[in-house]
């Protein structure tokens, strides 16, 4: 947690919410001092994706009602709060990637990615008392290189069960940036999340001062 005075641009009576454990967003907002609360949202993930799919929608749409579900479901127990959702989807070649839910399935899931370029698709969205005032989604594109089998054996025994908290099976920000050979896109949208898009909207609200 951010101290609340820390946050000296911050002009909102509460400190923001955000409503994930992932770390790559806790830092990215620890970079900017504003204050913040973590209080991860406890969503059905799956079953979400698995609706948004049967109903057509892609990469994009399903990162972003899952980070929309996240931040209005949080909000409603944090009155008056700004509270901040996100959620990140990898595809590549029609087919999409959250996280692995075994270092097994992380494993199959980067033997595929090796010397394919794929992208994430990384939602933010902005609620407060249950309603959604702004989202949006950014994308990234990153071009894995081709690697061994006693290179990817080697990163899943270092980084252990890290492979399965992120889409992609990767944290680029730590060992995973051995992974690449090209990366075209911001920091912040690679990690999941879009902070400048985040910080425009919450001056807007009065939140940050302009």
């Given at each position: 947690?951010?101290s609340?005075r820390?946050g000296v641009?911050?002009?909102h ?6 409503a ?7 830092a990215?907002?620890e970079q900017t ?11 059905d993930?799956?079953a979400?994706?698995?609706e948004v ?8 749409a ?10 209005s479901a ?5 009155p ?9 989807v ?8 959250g996280k ?6 992380a494993s199959e899931?980067l033997?595929?990615?090796s010397g ?24 990234a ?9 006693d ?5 899943l ?21 051995h992974?690449f050979?090209?990366?075209?896109g ?12 985040v ?6 609200e009065?939140?940050?001062l302009?």
């Amino acid at each position: 947690m951010s101290s609340h005075r820390d946050g000296v641009l911050w002009l909102h009576p509460q400190p923001l919410i955000l409503a994930s454990k992932s770390k790559g967003r806790r830092a990215a907002l620890e970079q900017t001092r504003l204050p913040f609360l973590i209080c991860p949202a406890e969503i059905d993930e799956r079953a979400v994706e698995a609706e948004v799919v049967a109903a057509g929608g892609d990469a994009d749409a399903v990162a972003a009602r899952l980070a929309r579900d996240k931040a209005s479901a949080v909000s409603l127990a944090r009155p008056g709060a700004l509270t901040l959702g996100a959620d990140q989807v990898a595809s590549c070649e029609e087919r999409r990637f959250g996280k692995p839910a075994t270092t097994a399935a992380a494993s199959e899931q980067l033997r595929f990615l090796s010397g394919r370029a794929h992208r994430l698709h990384s939602a933010v969205a902005l609620a407060r008392d249950g309603e959604v005032i702004f989202e949006t989604v950014a994308c990234a594109e990153l071009t894995m290189r081709s690697f061994s089998d006693d290179f990817l054996a080697r990163y899943l025994e270092i980084i252990g069960e890290e492979a399965t908290a992120s889409a992609g099976a990767y944290q680029i920000e730590g060992l995973g940036v051995h992974l690449f050979e090209r990366i075209v896109g911001d920091h912040w949208t690679i990690i999941g999340m879009p902070l400048l898009p985040v910080l425009d909207a919450l001056r807007r609200e009065g939140a940050l001062l302009s």
